[in-house]
């Protein structure tokens, strides 16, 4: 499974957008880049998902250059509430490898 | 009803304690896991089960037995603890029958139970 690197934190104001950039060099062919949220004390919740170009959903924009190896996870107009940490996954099937995640702090 | 729920939330037990940990979910997935999550670290995966049958152990002690009942049910038995398997336990699902496509199938997390072991 490819290796994930990411800011280990960023800060932030509310009504920032936030983009976390994910580097994973050694991406295989099949593999795709998946986001997930976590919050103290609870556990992690997707966020979004993508193989290649850019994919938004409701709550964030990811995009990912040609080469796939890195990502960006783009979070518009950011809250209090969104402050919690973001892991970068790399993978395939069902095996979710969680890397040291990027502890977002968003400040009034 | 995208609900994974956990008991007990909060556990303490000795090291000759033999408790369990169980995990529920009602929304039809076939692929249930446990991962354990150390404070300030990533969760790490240790049990996966596909359509009650395991098929993933990622080396896990044999202290830890989990066990699938029915597709809805997950536990994890817990016997002979040390303090350093302290941590929170966390149980999740997913659809099971894989991505059309490719990709990582979906999990969803419960909130976890917060194990201490004296």
């Known amino acids: 499974l490819a290796k994930t690197t990411q800011p280990i934190s960023m800060d932030s104001y509310e009504g920032q957008e936030v983009n976390i950039t994910c580097s994973h060099n050694?991406?295989?062919?099949?593999?795709?880049i998946t986001w997930y949220q976590q919050f103290p004390s609870q556990g992690p919740r997707f966020i979004i998902q993508g193989y290649k170009t850019k994919v938004t959903n409701e709550v964030a924009s990811l995009f990912i250059p040609a080469d796939r190896k890195s990502s960006t996870l783009s979070l518009p107009r950011v809250s209090l509430s969104d402050t919690a940490v973001y892991y970068c996954?790399?993978?395939?099937?069902?095996?979710?490898?969680f890397g040291a995640g990027t502890i977002l702090r968003v400040k009034s | 009803d995208t609900e994974v729920t956990q008991t007990p939330k909060h556990l303490v037990m000795g090291m000759t304690n033999k408790k369990s940990l169980k995990c529920e979910q009602h929304?039809?997935?076939?692929?249930m896991y446990w991962y354990k999550q150390k404070a300030k670290k990533p969760p790490e995966l240790m049990f996966v089960y596909s359509y009650e049958k395991l098929s993933i152990n990622e080396s896990v002690p044999s202290r830890f037995s989990p066990e699938c009942p029915n597709s809805s049910l997950l536990n994890l038995h817990l016997h002979a603890l040390q303090p350093e398997d302290s941590a929170l336990y966390l149980c999740?699902?997913?659809?099971?029958?894989?991505?059309?496509?490719?990709?990582?199938?979906?999990?969803?997390f419960g909130p976890g139970t917060r194990l201490l072991v004296l």
């Open positions: 996954l790399v993978g395939d099937g069902r095996k979710l490898v």
């Open positions: 050694n991406i295989a062919t099949n593999d795709y």
């Open positions: 999740a699902s997913s659809q099971g029958s894989g991505l059309a496509g490719g990709g990582i199938e979906t999990q969803y």
């Open positions: 929304m039809g997935h076939r692929a």
